[in-house]
């Protein structure tokens, strides 16, 4: 098995939590490819360099989560894709995965903040114009899990 790594252009601006997803996207990246365990991917990222910089426990729930839940989490995007899912890229697809874990389980994270973070995930790792493809995608999806929210959010 060859191992994959993502390298992204360095920001000085980088939350822990932003830094966390990240190296989810890696860990889900590796995972999409290589088809290792959560655990033997979380225990290589947990090693990579700068990781003591990230919300280790974010990242953990966020990889493990999306993992966990990647059947169901395809279920709830892939209506809105217009391809199917194995002909997305791998970032787009790991990028979706955690944009629609984080609108379905966090809701303590605004949803533009997460559709926001998902852009800017692929905007560093992904194709030229990834980033306005997931934000098309998780827009839609942000309206089906987080009505209230969006409702209320388009009233201002």
């Known amino acids: 098995m060859t191992e994959k790594t993502l390298h992204a252009?360095?920001?000085?601006n980088r939350t822990p939590r932003h830094r966390a997803r990240e190296f989810a996207l890696q860990g889900l990246y590796q995972w999409l490819l290589n088809n290792e365990s959560a655990s033997t991917v979380v225990n290589?990222?947990?090693g990579a360099h700068g990781f003591d910089k990230a919300d280790a426990e974010h990242f953990t729930v966020l990889l493990n989560g999306a993992i966990g839940s990647s059947v169901e989490l395809r279920?709830?995007?892939?209506?809105?894709?217009?391809?199917?899912?194995?002909e997305l890229s791998p970032i787009e697809h790991a990028v979706l995965l955690i944009g629609a874990y984080e609108?379905?389980?966090?809701?303590?994270?605004?949803y533009r903040v997460v559709i926001n973070e998902a852009v800017e995930l692929t905007k560093s790792f992904g194709g030229i114009d990834g980033h306005k493809y997931v934000n098309g995608v998780l827009d839609k999806l942000a309206a089906q899990l987080r009505p209230d929210e969006v409702a209320a959010d388009k009233k201002r």
């Open 75 to 86: 279920a709830t995007f892939a209506p809105l894709v217009d391809r199917g899912i194995a």
């Open 103 to 110: 609108l379905k389980n966090n809701l303590e994270i605004p």
């Open 9 to 12: 252009n360095p920001s000085k």
């Open 44 to 46: 290589h990222i947990r």
